[in-house]
């Protein structure tokens, strides 16, 4: 059975021993900073359907009737503002969780710095594999790596997470600054934004001006 403060107790005298005992302070402050309730306890978010530890976002009544995804005045929990991630990282997030830690020293994809790569194709069906690598520089998911392959001259491409890994696997092994080059010289494309290099100089150091200016 469960006591009023939300303990499981075997027992009636246990729930009154609870009651007697001094009361517990908690450390999550009730309201966030825009003034909604603190979630106390963790749950998936309303939104991305990503975990929200307690703390960490607020919790809200749902409209009301006439939805049959919710009950009328259900409570549910929520990101803060810009803290919930896209359904393509919710998925990768979901699948790491899952694999088996690594026996080996873990690589350090920190040494990555957003940008684009190009690394020697792993299937052997063109000669190299193009990469994009996200690193959200805020919210919740700063210092996350999220890789996209670049294929058939479209944007980023959503690929699985262990084709993923395996890409920054490769961009290390490669090493960092060679694969930014080599998408670079092989595409003629900036290996910070992969905007087109219009002039001998940009090409020559692999950026346009405002990247160079940025890495300086």
Known sequence: MKCGRGHEHVSVQEVRACYGQPQEVSTIPARTADGRRTNKFAGDCFRC??????????????????SQRLGQGEWLVSHLNGECVTPEEAADLAAIKTMQPRQAARPNFKAIPQGYYATKCRTGNNDLDF???????????QGWRFVRRIIGGRGPQVI???????????????????AGNLYAD???????????????????????????????
Do not use: Y
Not at 49 to 66: D, L, N, T, W, Y
Not at 160 to 171: C, D, K, S, V, Y
Not at 205 to 213: E, K, N, S, T
């Open 186 to 216: 092989t595409l003629g494309n900036c290996k910070k934004c992969g905007r087109d290099l219009t002039d001998d100089e940009s090409r020559a150091r692999r950026m346009g001006p405002v990247c160079a200016g940025k890495a300086e």
């Open 131 to 141: 990469w994009f690598v996200r690193v959200p520089e805020t919210g919740k998911w």
């Open 49 to 66: 359907q990503v975990r929200v530890a307690p703390g960490k976002g607020f919790i809200f009544r749902s409209p009301g009737a006439g």
């Open 160 to 178: 699985p997470t262990a084709e993923g890994l395996a890409a920054l696997h490769a961009i290390l092994e490669a090493g960092v600054d060679n």
